[in-house]
């Protein structure tokens, strides 16, 4: 890596101090590349819920975050640089990025759950993040893309991820499957499951505007709780027989509930939402005596499942492109911010302009 | 089966009104054997914990059962009628019984998941049980047990299928667990989890003398709740890591909590036991974050279990015997009862003397 | 069951010495059901590959069957008497055909593998088949199917069932498959393969005729062994990767060979095609050293793979329809015999017309 | 590291030529540690099977090595500098060693497959190995156990981890098993499979001297093929039956051909011995009616296998010691490899006396 080659200030949005609210700002582009890094010029970065998260400054960021730092951690970029370990990428590479930074060396890192690695860092939270021109990450998180693929759709494959692997906690081809809660995952794992073949597939969410999303993406049947007895619903369209597996994906304890409800003794669900406070769970009927199966998904697994999300995106099983649904150049970013949390957005990417 | 060769008449116990307690009679021997059916000269009859319930007539007995009607479900016995369809068993032959009596043609028995039946009929529950000389039940119930096998070891393969099939839920070879509840089918699971290699066992009672069963039983570290801090205790013992499998057997909410805080990430919690309420779960940190499986456990895979749990006592590896404490006539079985109430046995078995 | 509904004779297909050709003829309609039987009207009914076996009168035929016998297993029909102890079924159900008539009793029926029972008779193999306008079978062999279906679907459904337990002998939705071989049951595991998202797909056969309808089917990428070096062609098209998955359905060493040299370390080889002799394997360098998986497969999972594939028909993942090529009267069975014997259709059906 | 702390110079085993035989030399300790390197000093090596062909310089060993080298890949040792990126290692920590040294970032280094890097280097045969006092490795090599454990045991613990990779293929506690060959990992396999409560356990082997470890071990049956029908043998002693698994540790074709006779219907194969040439099978009944599974096992899950194998020997359920027939000065080296050759040895360890 020639430093000369690169500008040494950049764009990029931060976090300033302990408090709401984001902030553009002229940041030092990453120098001093270590032997296993490699540096990444962002060429679309994607606002996730977290950054929701972190822009509100809610518990969860005041408990995690060390201010000033680059936020996002969502991205599509071409490789500029490589540490000088680094020999399976290269200068030109696209590639698209893991967010969860791992030690390598934990029981979980080396028993193929790296994804909850005991010692994680996360891209945007604990080191500088993606809403930049430049980000530098270990080598291993940046996920080599085909050169065909839109940088737009390479942002967003870290939360594709989340739904491959909520899709695949079992195999749900040819199987029935309820995917609760049609947020941006959500509606993933909708596309997910009808290009693999699972069905009927049944999508409920409290929004609209999300629900006919979830039609496009290939829902059989959307179902609204404000409006209908979801699980007399359910029952109903299934003869009776409830589904064969739930992808949860709101982390509400109602949608939780109606969930275990219908799924059918013998199957699955799968949790990937994350509710808030405790749930109560009536193990014995819907656990234990339907002898049902329960996954707790976070991340994605390093990297099968990456593995995976590429091959359906390279092969043509799954469109990403109508989810999204807004490009801001990064100094716009409010504007990206403003939609998504008045649920008027599904997935918003920001263009670096420098 | 030609009926001039059995009393017409036996001692049973039985449930006679919709009310507590049960009552010795007479009853006939049972009749008129289908043509997959089998009578069983009963050995051995055990009492299980589901008995007690029966016994006090408890919320879920009276929505169960329509008296009167022989009580008993657990059984070592020996065949001696078979209808005219049974080839594969013959008179003589030694049997253990599998309580589960499965219709055969819903979708949970087609799809190899029998132990869920949708239209299950329970052995002492819903039809005639094995607190008598003799009992009928369908061919596919009686399992073929060695002739060298003790019928007190035959009569408890019933529960201890509970056990194998909960200790199986993911294998655990080489791997930690902990067993909340060391009643007899947490004691059993010891048994099992010794057996198949896992360790360290670490296990949790309430009852002192339940806990010094489970260090005869192979436990490594017994811990009693009311008098330490199990989750404290287990984790200084594991170096801090948790374990890598919990099995629960208490249906005690603090036991189920104690559980999911100690599990490791990346582990499993496989629930044999019935909680009476529902339980509060922490599924953001304890089944997400940690990416675990929960697996909901009943009965005994059909039959899967059998043969398992079959081999492990044919080839030694797994000696039930210690858990029968006790054994009286049928006609003392107010004796057998009175001491599992107080908490005073384990595994009781009833001796029928037609 | 009411006899005087039914004619006393129809016509039917037997292989009546023991010699080669096959007979139309006469035939006593099925009486006396079983309480666990069903009689069926057969609507459609579709010539298998062991049919042409049967026809030429081949080692395997001679060593298996005792003529005189109807012949044929493949069938699509309406319920038109029911056993007396048959609650889950009813006159005017649709229904396919499972063609293994399993004993209920032997190991691999108790443990879920009823497709390889030890005592399996074979429809249309051991007892009378289903070229006929009525068969009698046990219930349990009977799926029922929803009536908007085609006979002629119902008809392939029991070859289909191959397919799709080949297809899931591992989950390869998002992963590369090749397909070795692409007759009826190969093409219709390229239509599953398409349906749950696996990809590539790459098919090998010798027949221009089957891989046409191999890319009708789905498959990106098809090769003739007579035409080209399948395994470069392979290696070049997956960027030297070779596939994660190998369905094997040839039966042919040049194609099995094929197979385990493409096939990636780490990835797994379904094996359907049965050889006639024994195969040459360099089991160190494509099995031990890749650690690679192989399957054996035969029949069907009872019933879990009747209960996906009905699933992939009903929600519309899969269209059999293209691979039935031609239909004709029961009577004219030898056209369809020809056509099949000289590789000119993939499916034929025949109608019986009583 | 301070290199000041180590002497220059250490005895070491090479292989100075490309030719038969090896020799005692002088050689420099390793310098230059790598970031995430560390030096180990040898308390004991082991003589692996691998090290006899390198000794013979069969041609094998010529198309993989590059002389001069230290050979020697199995290992107990201590500690006594670390790299500057290793963090979860310290001066003083006892440890075995992964004899595969991977690239971290290949298809199978990032799904889980580590143990079939498609860029593996291993130790003693493509970089400088275990026979000397002191050897550089990765730290991710060093697996760290604990210090009650003697040298000889950690030095033995590569070949455990075949054996444990191959037993636990599948689940096979409370399931009957075959293991063909009983040289060191055969005998450990015997170990494992006795510890999981697998059984019957049956092994065969043509050396009388191997068999009487196989007792030892816990073998329940051991069978000559020289001197018994081992077929016929097995199938009696398993009532016709056959087994449940075979664990293939000969690379012998005959035995090979023995286990797929005698495995049974639903059964798996685990095949880890490397056969020199092709073998032939009868995939038709032995693998695709028989629905069996078939596994490629080589080398160690990395590093589950570690973590399961380090669990079994820490909690008492598997005793190597009677496996460690001899120990040499490692100047002594020609003695064990002699006896070795002459099959008068299970394992032979050597002691560096730097």
């Not at 000369?4 to 764009?11: G, H, I, K, L, R």
């Not at 302990?18 to 962002?42: M, S, Y």
């Not at 998180?141 to 737009?152: D, F, H, L, Y």
């Not at 403003?338 to 420098?354: F, R, S």
């Amino acid at each position: 890596m020639t430093d000369e080659n690169f500008p040494t200030e950049m764009s990029a949005i931060i976090k300033k101090e302990k408090q709401p609210g984001l902030e553009l700002t002229n940041w030092p582009v990453p120098r001093n590349l270590g032997p296993q890094e490699v540096l990444v010029n962002v060429k679309r970065a994607s606002i996730c819920g977290t950054d929701l998260h972190i822009y509100k400054w809610d518990q969860w960021s005041a408990a995690h975050m060390e201010p000033p730092l680059v936020v996002g951690h969502e991205m599509g970029g071409e490789i500029v640089a490589v540490g000088s370990d680094v020999h399976h990428l290269k200068i030109g590479d696209h590639v698209s990025v893991e967010t969860h930074i791992t030690c390598g060396h934990c029981m979980q890192c080396l028993t193929g759950n790296g994804h909850i690695c005991e010692n994680v860092k996360i891209l945007g939270v604990h080191v500088d993040g993606t809403y930049a021109s430049y980000v530098k990450i270990p080598a291993l998180n940046a996920i080599p893309m085909p050169k065909n693929m839109p940088w737009e759709v390479l942002s967003i494959m870290e939360p594709f991820g989340n739904a491959v692997h909520t899709v695949f906690a079992e195999d749900i081809s040819g199987k029935s499957v309820l995917i609760t809660g049609a947020g941006p995952i959500g509606l993933m794992a909708i596309a997910v499951a009808k290009a693999i073949g699972a069905g009927p597939i049944i999508t409920t969410d409290i929004s609209e505007y999300r629900l006919d999303f979830a039609k496009k993406m290939g829902a059989d049947l959307v179902l609204n709780p404000k409006e209908t007895d979801v699980i007399n619903e359910i029952l109903t369209y299934t003869d009776g027989e409830g589904v064969e597996a739930v992808l949860e994906m709101s982390g509400a304890e109602p949608a939780i509930h109606q969930g275990f409800e219908v799924v059918q003794p013998g199957g699955h669900v799968a949790l990937l939402g994350l509710p808030q406070n405790n749930v109560s769970l009536n193990l014995t009927d819907w656990v234990i005596f339907k002898a049902i199966r329960i996954y707790g998904i976070t991340g994605r697994r390093m990297f099968e499942t990456w593995f995976r999300a590429r091959k359906l995106l390279q092969t043509n099983r799954v469109n990403l492109k109508p989810l999204i649904t807004h490009s801001f150049k990064l100094s716009e970013f409010e504007k990206g911010f403003d939609l998504l949390m008045k649920g008027k957005a599904v997935k918003v990417t920001l263009i670096p302009e420098d």
